[in-house]
């Protein structure tokens, strides 16, 4: 008989508990990995809040994962147990227009490993060997489990194109909106504010290489970031998705400018003011996920050393108390919290 296999599962923010299914069994072209990290992600706390658009309650979570693998079967040999890797967690068809044009992370079939498939916040789990990357040499397990959450900033900054000598606004300083501000500022951002309401949150943005932190809520908000970038941004990053947060960037923005939308946005309509969208000539944009060529990037990122890890990574905590990883992550002053199956 197989070993029990621990694996968590939320049925609300407040109802998140451990089951025992048998230890999978890898299937052709699948790894068998044990995993050793894995970050609660916002999209986490959301679905458990029953808020999230896109993530049905109960499920079973997981997506930024760290692991070793342990099996593989057949078509999966490139792999050899103790391995160490990162899941990539988009599951595409392959065979639809945006799959073809190499666009898979807006599949028209997408699920998401650890979203709308059972994740790996377990102690053992099986993937598409296709699904992974190997750690590189050197990186550590918690330097690791910040690829998957790098990698989505590093993907929405590309599609604002060469960044160099523009100026950007972040609105929001939470872990994805850190993690945009250290994407932007790589790719050649002159001049970079943060938004946000928590004043710790803002002083932590500026640690981490922001010009400027600024409260989100204050009424002259435009007129300091103008102070601040030297005029309007060429570049908005809404990390916020809400519809207070839009108006701000569509006030934030220079004419001509870009919006790009990286949050997660409440399901229903968002109130946008078309008339100045028209007239000064601003592109909306929305961003998801990440490629493979994304995840390398961050990789590098990390590996250079332009992440720090001990501001982004804020609390772990073991797999039995998942639970309380949940209830850390909303707190705003924590940034990344990460659940540990084996020490880190």
């Given at each position: 008989?197989?070993q ?11 109802d ?13 072209d ?12 916002g ?24 692991g ?14 103790g ?48 699904r ?30 060469d ?16 993690l ?42 435009t ?30 923005v ?40 994304d ?24 797999l ?22 084996t020490?880190?």
């Amino acid at each position: 008989m197989s070993q029990p296999n621990r694996r968590v599962l939320v049925r609300s923010i407040d109802d998140i508990t451990l089951e025992e299914v048998p230890a999978p069994v890898p299937g052709d072209d699948e790894l068998l990995i044990r995993s050793t990290v894995v970050g609660v992600c916002g999209s986490d706390t959301h679905a458990a809040l029953g808020h999230h658009p896109f993530i049905d309650l109960p499920y079973r979570p997981g997506h930024e994962v760290v692991g070793v693998v342990t099996g593989a079967g057949k078509g999966a040999e490139d792999f050899a147990p103790g391995d160490r890797v990162i899941v990539e967690p988009n599951l595409y068809c392959g065979e639809c227009a945006q799959c073809r044009s190499g666009r898979y992370n807006i599949c028209e079939q997408l699920k998401v490993f650890g979203c709308q498939t059972p994740g790996g916040m377990a102690d053992l789990f099986t993937i598409p060997a296709d699904r992974v990357h190997r750690v590189p040499e050197g990186m550590t397990d918690l330097q690791a489990a910040l690829v998957e959450p790098l990698a989505t900033p590093v993907h929405a900054v590309a599609k604002a194109g060469d960044l160099s000598g523009r100026t950007v606004a972040v609105l929001g300083a939470g872990p994805i909106g850190l993690l945009v501000l250290t994407a932007a500022r790589h790719a050649g951002a002159a001049r970079i504010v943060v938004t946000d309401l928590l004043d710790t949150k803002r002083d932590r943005a500026v640690r981490l290489g922001a010009d400027a932190g600024l409260p989100a809520d204050a009424a002259d908000l435009t007129a300091q970031a103008h102070v601040a970038l030297g005029g309007p941004a060429d570049v908005v990053f809404d990390c916020v998705a809400r519809e207070q947060s839009m108006a701000q960037a569509i006030d934030l923005v220079a004419k001509g400018g870009q919006i790009i939308v990286v949050g997660v946005g409440a399901p229903g309509t968002t109130p946008i003011r078309l008339d100045l969208v028209q007239d000064r000539e601003i592109r909306i944009e929305g961003t998801l996920m990440y490629t493979a060529d994304d995840y390398r990037t961050a990789m590098s990122l990390i590996t250079s050393g332009a992440i720090a890890t001990d501001d982004i990574v804020t609390a772990t905590f073991p797999l039995e108390d998942a639970g309380k990883a949940f209830a850390a992550s909303l707190d705003p002053e924590h940034v990344k919290v990460l659940v540990t199956m084996t020490e880190a």
